[in-house]
């Protein structure tokens, strides 16, 4: 059973994962991104108080437990606070998911710069082909509709980019005896944390009662919040890391699929071989990995 999830658990995350961008889209023009961020985790924490009620799972010491809350206002709080930020400043949904696509890259970065591994020249070259392609993807979008491409909004998503790499990074290291769900818990306090100071702070807590929006939060809560982040931790535990990180390449193909079909964002020829080259450079960084 152990070994079936294991190969199911990548192709089934990507899918959840690259909803996302789309549920996002759905439900950011009736609310501001950090409150919806903030009800969406009040929800997803009394989830996981009832499944670890459920399956008496083993609560964390007191340095498990900062340490999750740390990993969490990384991978939920900076991630999805990026993401959700970078959509409602009208970046386009594929862009956003292309951009923070190229996680896999940047976990190597972070794994060179501080956990000594080494890079080769295929990493190299890897590393410049991706960043080249989202540029050719930004280029194009940018003189298209330069209305949507909010420099904000892609700072946003850079910093997105970041916090869900070194989370990923972190998680592995200081992570490995956690349980799931009480671990997941934890991550989702230091993630309310941050985006309530963000919400309270900067924003109205305007909300438009839609189904479009009911409809999306529920996804958010249920697809994202609690299956694909439970996939993405239970991957990274059962020593999945690299294959998670060669994995998350697939998102952005998917997310701007779904876009397409979805919202009509349609991507030119600059900007499909700007998508190609992304995924070929995320493919030397990870095959170069693997050969070592």
């Known amino acids: 059973m152990s070994l079936n999830l294991t190969k199911i658990a990548p192709f089934l995350f990507v899918w959840l994962w690259s909803t996302g961008f789309i549920g996002a889209k759905y439900g950011l023009p009736y609310i501001e991104p950090f409150f919806m961020l903030f009800i969406r985790f ?8 009832i499944l670890i009620r459920i399956y008496k799972a083993k609560w964390l010491n007191q340095t498990q437990s900062l340490q999750q809350v740390f990993i969490g206002t990384l991978i939920h709080g900076g991630y999805l606070g990026g993401v959700f930020f970078a959509i409602k400043l009208g970046v386009p949904a594929g862009i956003t998911a292309i951009i923070v696509g190229l996680q896999p890259i940047v976990t190597s970065v972070i794994g060179y710069l501080f956990l000594n591994q080494s890079l080769n ?6 590393l410049l082909l991706g960043f080249i392609g989202v540029s050719l993807v930004i280029l194009e979008k940018a003189s298209i509709d330069t209305q949507n491409m909010n420099a904000l ?7 997105a ?3 869900i790499s070194l989370g990923t990074v972190l998680q592995k290291k200081l992570a490995g005896n956690v ?3 009480t671990g997941s818990f934890y ?3 230091g993630a309310i944390i941050i985006v309530a100071l963000i919400t309270f702070s900067l924003e109205k807590q305007i909300v438009v009662y839609t189904s479009e929006l009911f409809i999306a939060m529920a996804w958010l809560v249920i697809g994202l919040s609690v299956f694909a982040v439970l996939l993405l931790l239970y991957m990274i535990k059962e020593g999945e890391v690299a294959k998670v990180t060669s994995y998350f390449y697939l998102v952005p193909p998917a997310a701007v699929i779904q876009s397409w079909l979805l919202f009509d964002e349609r991507l030119g020829a600059l900007a499909i071989i700007g998508s190609i080259l992304t995924v070929v450079g995320v ?4 095959k170069s990995k693997k050969a070592k």
């Open 179 to 181: 349980s799931l769900l």
């Open 42 to 49: 009040c929800f997803v924490i009394l989830i996981f108080l």
């Open 161 to 163: 980019l970041i916090c």
């Open 121 to 126: 020249g295929k990493q190299a070259i890897g």
């Open 153 to 159: 909004g892609l700072i946003a998503c850079f910093i």
């Open 283 to 286: 493919v030397f960084v990870v």
């Open 187 to 189: 991550q989702y306090i």
